[in-house]
């Protein structure tokens, strides 16, 4: 019997131990319980910059820099500076080039070929900085391409200036050149999206409004320049309005002459179509979310900042049922954001960096750029047959197609740069991009697979911060979203 008395004992003492811990438990504060040193930091950090926000609400804004400052620690100091060098312009300040640069001129006063392009193109090589070089070179390309050809091999006037405009991006001759001669090789496209990012990117500079111009221009030269092409292709009598993209198309497809159509009408036509195409296919798969609260909170941050942009589209905002960290967009200004990528931020200028980086990919056309390059090129190309059905569906998914590195950095540059004016802290991009950092560290999402390491960005993003001064220490919105969140 005594065994037995003392097990009756053992098991009131351990149900006694354990109601007692579990009310202990009770009574800790949740933090010690459950969360990890590094959850417990980004708590404690989220109430710094919610304490912040108050302030700033308030109008307080110098106490609500105080928190914010306290929230974030100053950007590690970059390890590496740019290699790119300053770019020069005199011939004085080439040194032993200037040598290469005479007998250039030279070649091209007295029209030898052999020693215009030659030397020319020695200078590109060992003083890339030097922008006249890049400039004569393209212009001397132009004027003789048969020359061009024979003594550059495999280089063109348009591959000329892209190296150097990627180098040299601020600079208008190099941009005005770029222009010019995408024009001239009648790529009116992209002459137009070259020529709106300077009016984008550089939207102080005091020729930003000309570049405007010849965007529109060009955009304009472009659409009569199909049209044109499809008139020489017997097809004119298909192009006079009529398109569209009816109930049920995205499962069947549309002509190719339809798209065509489509496209002509310009890119807030084209991607309102496109936008209603995959709204429709969206709720039929039941992942459109209509929630009016989630979506008047979209659309009031989308608000904010469209008059930074540039452009003046009808803009629309959708929300995704999508786990999926990922936002992806259609010409126009349509904006598609997954619930996934809302769920994963923290706040509100998280969120506005990355609309404001889909918004980007739009007013640059890079959504528009992609899809005409597939449908209209390939039927001028007459790759594809007039009448061939094109998958709606692998229109739809263009949206989300990857870009290249330099779209995407335009579209962080700008993304970055209208976070301030529209009143949120300067890197709510930034820190979602070291969201996304940490995650692709863990496990890959299909917006690692469309972009560039964020990693990387987060280190370009800081410098981009720094080195134009913009705000950090500015409203957050952390608990409107929290709000947000709670909801979705
Ligand atoms: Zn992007």
């Known amino acids: 019997m005594k065994p037995t008395r003392n097990l009756r004992w053992l098991a009131v003492g351990m149900v006694l131990f354990l109601s007692l811990s579990t009310f202990l438990n009770l009574l800790l504060p949740a933090p010690v319980r459950s969360q990890s040193a590094v959850e417990l930091a980004q708590a404690n950090r989220l109430q710094l910059l919610a304490q912040g926000d108050q302030l700033w609400q308030e109008g307080n804004q110098e106490q609500a820099m105080a928190y914010y400052r306290q929230a974030k620690p100053s950007f590690p100091t970059p390890t590496r500076n740019s290699t790119v060098p300053e770019p020069i312009f005199e011939i004085e300040q080439l040194g032993g080039g200037q040598r290469l640069w005479e007998n250039a001129l030279d070649g091209i006063t007295r029209d030898l070929d052999s020693k215009k392009f030659l030397y020319l193109q020695r200078l590109i090589k060992d003083y890339p900085q030097f922008i006249p070089a890049h400039l004569k070179l393209a212009e001397a390309c132009l004027e003789d391409e048969e020359a061009c050809e024979r003594y550059l091999k495999d280089i063109d006037p348009t591959e000329i200036m892209e ?160 786990p999926d960290l990922n936002a992806f967009t259609f010409p126009g200004g349509k904006i598609f954001i997954n619930t996934g990528a809302i769920k994963a931020i923290n706040t509100q200028a998280e969120l506005a960096g990355l609309i404001g980086h889909e918004i ?129």
Do not use: C
């Open 360 to 488: 980007a990919h739009s007013v640059f056309s890079h959504t528009y750029e992609t899809m005409v390059e597939e449908i209209v090129f390939q039927v001028i190309k007459d790759l594809l047959p007039k009448n061939t059905p094109i998958s709606l569906d692998q229109i739809l998914e263009l949206g989300s197609k990857a870009n290249s590195r330099a779209q995407e950095q335009q579209a962080d540059i700008l993304g970055t740069r209208v976070l301030n004016p529209a009143g949120y802290a300067a890197d709510g991009l930034r820190n979602f991009m070291a969201i996304m950092a940490q995650r692709e560290g863990n496990r890959a999402t299909s917006w690692s697979d469309t972009h560039p390491a964020s990693a990387e960005r987060v280190t370009y993003l800081e410098k981009l911060i720094v080195d134009n001064d913009y705000n950090r220490y500015a409203y957050e919105g952390v608990s409107e979203h929290r709000e947000i969140n709670q909801i979705i």
């Open 163 to 322: 190296q150097v405009s990627e180098l040299y991006p601020a600079e208008p001759e190099v941009i005005r050149t770029k222009v010019k001669i995408l024009a001239a090789k009648k790529k009116y496209l992209e002459a137009s999206i070259a020529a709106r990012q300077f009016a984008l990117i550089l939207v102080d500079h005091p020729d930003a409004p000309e570049f405007a111009e010849m965007a529109d221009e060009y955009m304009g030269r472009f659409l009569s320049d199909v049209k044109a092409q499809m008139i020489a292709l017997g097809i004119l009598q298909a192009i006079t309005g009529g398109f569209g993209i009816s109930q049920g198309d995205w499962a069947q497809g549309v002509s190719a002459i339809n798209m065509i159509g489509l496209l002509l009408k310009g890119e807030s036509a084209f991607g309102e179509q496109l936008a209603n195409a995959e709204v429709e296919k969206l709720r039929s798969q039941g992942k459109l979310v209509e929630n009016p609260e989630l979506l008047n909170y979209i659309k009031g941050i989308g608000g904010r900042l469209e008059p930074y942009m540039g452009r003046d589209f009808d803009y629309e905002y959708y929300v995704v049922k999508d």
